[in-house]
T-cell receptor, first 113, second 108 residues
Framework: DVKVTQSSRYLVKRTGEKVFLECVQD?????MFWYRQDPGLGLRLIYF???????EKGDIPEGYSVSREKKERFSLILESASTNQTSMYLC????????????FGSGTQLSVL | DAKTTQPNSMESNEEEPVHLPCNHS???????IHWYRQLPSQGPEYVIH???SNVNNRMASLAIAEDRKSSTLILHRATLRDAAVYYC?????????FGAGTILRVKS
């Protein structure tokens, strides 16, 4: 089975801190995605990547950046965390471009105080 | 992105079939219809997808209207473990855009 692993289940940070959320997949998938999930708003796409060193903006990229130096790892970076970035962050991967099946991690609940 | 419309919530009895509807009147000819579900405290998981024909797999069936403007996810015998949020999504080959989904409650 495909495994998508997010480094932390819960994370508490302070306003202004730089935050790294890490995601690793073990099935050599080309595509990786970062979503955030908030009550009443569903899942919203932040950034995605179709290949190493490539990234594309999703629907809500403001305040975030990403890094994909290796195929299996996709990092989400909050340069200066703010309270409105308190959310559940979900990482996902899929085999290749056009592949319909996403595999999700269990999520990281980030609280910014 | 093409939109989907789902009921906010539905309730079912255990062991009975469940039909979860989805409207997607602005679907384009190349959009696939996808369903995912999210169990409590977990990330979403893939359920099924289709383009024009009805589809079956071990988890569920997908019935697609002839004009493709609506579809129905069918759980043949609901169990308590099927209680989740079910998302109907149109996939254009680039990215999945999730809506609010339907909260399915299963009563024993």
């Amino acid at each position: 089975d495909v495994k998508v692993t997010q480094s932390s289940r819960y994370l508490v940070k302070r306003t202004g801190e730089k935050v790294f959320l890490e995601c690793v997949q073990d099935m050599d998938h080309e595509n990786m995605f970062w979503y955030r999930q908030d009550p009443g708003l569903g899942l919203r796409l932040i950034y995605f990547s179709y290949d190493v060193k490539m990234k594309e903006k999703g629907d809500i990229p403001e305040g975030y950046s990403v890094s994909r130096e290796k195929k299996e790892r996709f990092s989400l970076i909050l340069e200066s965390a703010s309270t409105n970035q308190t959310s559940m962050y979900l990482c996902a991967s899929s085999l290749d471009r056009g592949s319909e099946k996403l595999f999700f991690g269990s999520g990281t609940q980030l609280s910014v105080l | 992105d093409a939109k989907t419309t789902q009921p906010n919530s539905m309730e079912s009895n255990e062991e009975e079939p469940v039909h979860l509807p989805c409207n997607h009147s602005t679907i384009s000819g190349t959009d696939y219809i996808h369903w995912y579900r999210q169990l409590p405290s977990q990330g979403p998981e893939y359920v099924i997808h289709g383009l024009t024909s009805n589809v079956n797999n071990r988890m569920a069936s997908l019935a697609i209207a002839e004009d493709r403007k609506s579809s129905t996810l069918i759980l043949h015998r609901a169990t308590l473990r099927d209680a989740a949020v079910y998302y109907c999504i149109l996939f254009d080959g680039n990215k999945l855009v999730f809506g609010a989904g339907t909260i399915l409650r299963v009563k024993s």
